[in-house]
């Protein structure tokens, strides 16, 4: 070949070269085998510029580019290149003359510039992995020792980033294996441990749904002694735009507490039945001596007022055993065709003393009669234990009101009064178990804090509702609401509308 045609075969052969650089499978190539093809590829850039017009010195670029992705290395090798094979063949074979010797230089800098630009470049590329690298390390190291496990989805519910302590939990609930997608069902229970968890009400599918919620109880692991029992909460993740972008899990084990409970409340209810026994006695044997005729006067009262102590501590006993069996789901109903007018103004009038020594004004607003199923004795205590909370907490002067209607289906029964309220930081807890506000216990009131506990649960078990409404100063409205279910020989009419005031 003449080295005059060296220019045309330089200029056919280094596309040739770019495609077969493009084409090859480097993965499973060793990187020899890359920088031996970019060396020949200089060489035939060079010899493309062995004309007296010196070629195009951009050819120089692509293999300059390749070489800078190594970085300093990669720029020296451009450099040593572009000299041995661009600048001293074309000045040999041109002859170092001004215009020759400048256009080799200027080729020769571009190519080592280029080459540098892209090196620095990837410097500060791999310097930013690096760092994203460290934080991710970082963050993952930071997960995997808090005791919580936590839980990140997508969008679409897939499992984003799971902690090392959430697997532990993920192992008992999901023995066979886990798809990472939100809503899988495996061996998960209720609170109750007996009941599974359906895939739409797993905590990971209600995340999905866009929920945010706290403290939803589940038990995991179908083996009773190493299951454990987690509150959920969940909160949304939100993208710029202000759409859904997933949901973030925490997963909190409460094994411990929850096994403390029972235990505390197993506790009580052993209590409870042992006192049932001497209180019985005493009651039967200071009724015994109160029907003496002989008793003097002072020995009389001082037995009354064991009696009325033995009657609250009964009351109390009875409440601790009402309380426990409620938060196992022990509340048995006996329904029956009950006049809940009827029910409601034997409680108002039952009250009527104690209101009237409170010095308190009280009205009703009750219908003649309101046919419904409920249990009677329960629901009664329901009423007692709404009024005698409102005369207890109405300073004298004050002002109850006791309504009872159906609306829209409902037999809704409220209690209203003018009495110190409830601040709103103890709203939340008004019918939590052995709760007593900040006022109660600044004045003394009497209670351990079981009453509206016991009501909830009565209320819950009849398939209704209770909700309180107070401001602080103001005085409070209890509102109840039960379903409807009117007997069948009370169908015509449901109810008589007619009020009385009391």
Same mark, same amino acid.
């Given at each position: 070949?003449?080295?005059?045609?060296?220019?045309?075969?330089?200029?056919?052969?280094?596309?040739?070269?770019?495609?077969?650089?493009?084409?090859?499978?480097?993965?499973?190539?060793?990187?020899?085998?890359?920088?031996?093809?970019?060396?020949?590829?200089?060489?035939?850039?060079?010899?493309?510029?062995?004309?007296?017009?010196?070629?195009?010195?951009?050819?120089?670029?692509?293999?300059?580019?390749?070489?800078?992705?190594?970085?300093?290395?990669?720029?020296?090798?451009?450099?040593?290149?572009?000299?041995?094979?661009?600048?001293?063949?074309?000045?040999?074979?041109?002859?170092?003359?001004?215009?020759?010797?400048?256009?080799?230089?200027?080729? %020769?800098?571009? @190519?080592?510039? &280029? /080459?540098?630009? !892209?090196?620095?470049?990837?410097?500060?590329?791999?310097? *930013?992995?690096? +760092?994203?690298?460290?934080?991710?390390?970082?963050?993952?190291?930071?997960?995997?020792?808090?005791?919580?496990?936590?839980?990140?989805?997508?969008?679409?519910?897939?499992?984003?980033?799971?902690?090392?302590?959430?697997?532990?939990?993920?192992?008992?609930?999901?023995?066979?294996?886990?798809?990472?997608?939100?809503?899988?069902?495996?061996?998960?229970?209720?609170?109750?441990?007996?009941?599974?968890?359906?895939?739409?009400?797993?905590?990971?599918?209600?995340?999905?749904?866009?929920?945010?919620?706290?403290?939803?109880?589940?038990?995991?692991?179908?083996?009773?002694? %190493?299951?454990? @029992?987690?509150? &959920? /909460?969940?909160? !949304?993740?939100?993208?710029?735009?202000?759409?859904?972008? *997933?949901?973030? +899990?925490?997963?909190?084990?409460?094994?411990?507490?929850?096994?403390?409970?029972?235990?505390?409340?197993?506790?009580?209810?052993?209590?409870?039945?042992?006192?049932?026994?001497?209180?019985?006695?005493?009651?039967?044997?200071?009724?015994?001596?109160?029907?003496?005729?002989?008793?003097?006067?002072?020995?009389?009262?001082?037995?009354?007022?064991?009696?009325?102590?033995?009657?609250?501590?009964?009351?109390?006993?009875?409440?601790?055993?009402?309380?426990?069996?409620?938060?196992?789901?022990?509340?048995?109903?006996?329904?029956?065709?009950?006049?809940?007018?009827?029910?409601?103004?034997? @409680?108002?009038?039952? /009250?009527?003393?104690?209101?009237?020594?409170?010095?308190?004004?009280?009205?009703?607003?009750?219908?003649?009669?309101?046919?419904?199923?409920?249990?009677?004795?329960?629901?009664?205590?329901?009423?007692?234990?709404?009024?005698?909370?409102?005369?207890?907490?109405?300073?004298?002067?004050?002002?109850?009101?006791?309504?009872?209607?159906?609306?829209?289906?409902?037999?809704?029964?409220?209690?209203?009064?003018?009495?110190?309220?409830?601040?709103?930081?103890?709203?939340?807890?008004?019918?939590?178990?052995?709760?007593?506000?900040?006022?109660?216990?600044?004045?003394?009131?009497?209670?351990?804090?079981?009453?509206?506990?016991?009501?909830?649960?009565?209320?819950?078990?009849?398939?209704?509702?209770?909700?309180?409404?107070?401001?602080?100063?103001?005085?409070?409205?209890?509102?109840?609401?039960?379903?409807?279910?009117?007997?069948?020989?009370?169908?015509?009419?449901?109810?008589?509308?007619?009020?009385?005031?009391?």
């Amino acid at each position: 070949m003449e080295l005059r045609n060296g220019p045309l075969v330089g200029l056919v052969l280094v596309p040739v070269i770019w495609v077969v650089t493009l084409l090859l499978p480097w993965a499973r190539m060793p990187q020899w085998c890359l920088v031996v093809l970019l060396v020949v590829d200089f060489a035939l850039v060079g010899l493309s510029r062995l004309d007296t017009q010196g070629g195009t010195a951009l050819l120089v670029v692509v293999p300059a580019l390749w070489l800078g992705v190594y970085g300093g290395r990669g720029a020296v090798m451009t450099g040593i290149c572009t000299v041995a094979l661009v600048m001293v063949p074309g000045l040999v074979h041109t002859g170092p003359n001004g215009m020759n010797l400048s256009r080799s230089v200027t080729t %020769t800098a571009l @190519a080592i510039v &280029v /080459s540098l630009a !892209l090196a620095s470049l990837m410097t500060r590329v791999r310097s *930013g992995q690096e +760092l994203i690298d460290l934080q991710r390390r970082v963050a993952d190291a930071t997960l995997d020792t808090v005791d919580v496990g936590l839980v990140l989805l997508d969008a679409a519910g897939r499992y984003r980033t799971v902690n090392r302590r959430h697997h532990d939990f993920m192992r008992l609930a999901f023995p066979a294996g886990h798809d990472g997608l939100a809503g899988q069902v495996g061996d998960v229970f209720h609170e109750d441990g007996e009941t599974r968890v359906q895939s739409a009400e797993m905590p990971t599918y209600r995340a999905t749904l866009g929920e945010e919620f706290d403290d939803q109880l589940i038990w995991v692991g179908a083996d009773p002694v %190493t299951r454990r @029992a987690l509150s &959920v /909460s969940s909160r !949304l993740i939100r993208d710029e735009s202000g759409g859904f972008a *997933g949901a973030a +899990l925490a997963y909190k084990d409460v094994t411990d507490f929850m096994r403390a409970l029972e235990v505390k409340e197993e506790f009580v209810a052993s209590v409870s039945h042992e006192l049932r026994t001497p209180l019985t006695s005493i009651r039967g044997f200071t009724s015994l001596v109160l029907e003496r005729r002989d008793l003097p006067q002072d020995v009389r009262h001082q037995l009354n007022v064991v009696e009325r102590n033995v009657s609250r501590l009964d009351r109390l006993v009875a409440d601790l055993l009402q309380i426990a069996q409620a938060e196992k789901g022990l509340v048995l109903l006996e329904r029956e065709p009950t006049d809940l007018a009827h029910l409601v103004r034997q @409680a108002v009038e039952a /009250s009527r003393p104690a209101v009237e020594a409170a010095g308190l004004t009280m009205h009703s607003r009750l219908p003649d009669h309101l046919m419904t199923m409920v249990d009677p004795q329960r629901f009664a205590q329901v009423v007692d234990n709404l009024l005698s909370n409102a005369v207890k907490y109405t300073p004298s002067g004050g002002l109850i009101e006791v309504d009872l209607s159906v609306i829209h289906q409902r037999v809704e029964l409220v209690v209203l009064d003018t009495g110190i309220g409830i601040s709103p930081r103890d709203r939340h807890h008004v019918f939590s178990r052995f709760f007593r506000s900040r006022h109660a216990t600044e004045q003394s009131i009497q209670g351990i804090g079981l009453g509206l506990s016991i009501t909830k649960a009565i209320v819950e078990s009849h398939g209704g509702r209770i909700e309180v409404e107070s401001e602080e100063g103001l005085g409070s409205t209890f509102r109840v609401r039960l379903p409807l279910d009117v007997p069948d020989e009370h169908q015509d009419p449901l109810w008589d509308a007619s009020a009385v005031s009391v």
